[in-house]
T-cell receptor, first 112, second 117 residues
Framework: DQQVKQNSPSLSVQEGRISILNCDYT??????FLWYKKYPAEGPTFLIS?????DKNEDGRFTVFLNKSAKHLSLHIVPSQPGDSAVYFC???????????FGTGTSLTVIP | DAGVIQSPRHEVTEMGQEVTLRCKPI?????LFWYRQTMMRGLELLIY????????DSGMPEDRFSAKMPNASFSTLKIQPSEPRDSAVYFC???????????????FGPGTRLTVL
């Protein structure tokens, strides 16, 4: 049973516009959330994270928002660039555990 | 500074054959994870080790799958006998021993693409 869900398998946006990737989770024990980015033929690489004590974390063009009551997080990329085209995985963990639970990924295409 | 190293990068085998995937974690990382990526389930955790000890193997699909970590710098994932439904990309990842804290993200290898005919 998927504890972390990414319901949009793909997303296309124009260069310069905002990309919004969504993620939902079911386990209320999760308190640390991450986004990973994956290019073809490469392993996922860490992009940005957020702890449950925050509702927003920003790093350059990337911002992650956390809505604990809705068990929802989102990744905003502004402005989107063609190099952002990749698969984005959402992941969650609980401090009491030792593993990350990943979603199924969203494939982002930024159109020049 | 080398990241997580996996070999082989690609493996094509016939149904019934034994397959062994290899992983060298980042030096100093105490936790090692094996994942399988499929379209339906995304990145699925198979097993993870802390200090070379298997902690949770509940994700291993069945007895055909086994994993070992004989020392801190090497791990194997073995499938015997392999089946076509095992075809997927298998990733190894490592981290410092307290994931869940800022900065302790998992570092992934490039993956092994397994095709079982």
């Amino acid at each position: 049973d998927q504890q972390v869900k990414q319901n949009s398998p793909s997303l296309s946006v124009q260069e310069g516009r905002i990309s919004i990737l969504n993620c939902d989770y079911t386990n209320s024990m999760f308190d640390y959330f991450l986004w990973y980015k994956k290019y073809p033929a490469e392993g996922p690489t860490f992009l940005i994270s957020i702890s449950s004590i925050k509702d927003k974390n920003e790093d350059g063009r990337f911002t992650v928002f956390l809505n604990k009551s809705a068990k929802h997080l989102s990744l905003h990329i502004v402005p989107s660039q063609p190099g952002d085209s990749a698969v984005y995985f959402c992941a969650a963990s609980a401090r009491t555990g030792n593993q990350f639970y990943f979603g199924t990924g969203t494939s982002l295409t930024v159109i020049p | 500074d080398a990241g997580v190293i996996q070999s082989p990068r690609h493996e094509v085998t016939e149904m019934g054959q034994e397959v062994t995937l290899r992983c060298k974690p980042i030096s100093g990382h105490n936790s090692l994870f094996w994942y399988r990526q499929t379209m339906m389930r995304g990145l699925e955790l198979l097993i993870y080790f802390n200090n070379n000890v298997p902690i949770d193997d509940s994700g291993m699909p069945e007895d055909r799958f086994s994993a070992k970590m004989p020392n801190a710098s090497f791990s194997t994932l073995k499938i015997q006998p392999s089946e076509p439904r095992d075809s997927a990309v298998y990733f190894c990842a490592s981290s410092t021993p307290l994931p869940g804290l800022a900065g302790n993200e998992q570092f992934f290898g490039p993956g092994t693409r397994l095709t079982v005919l």
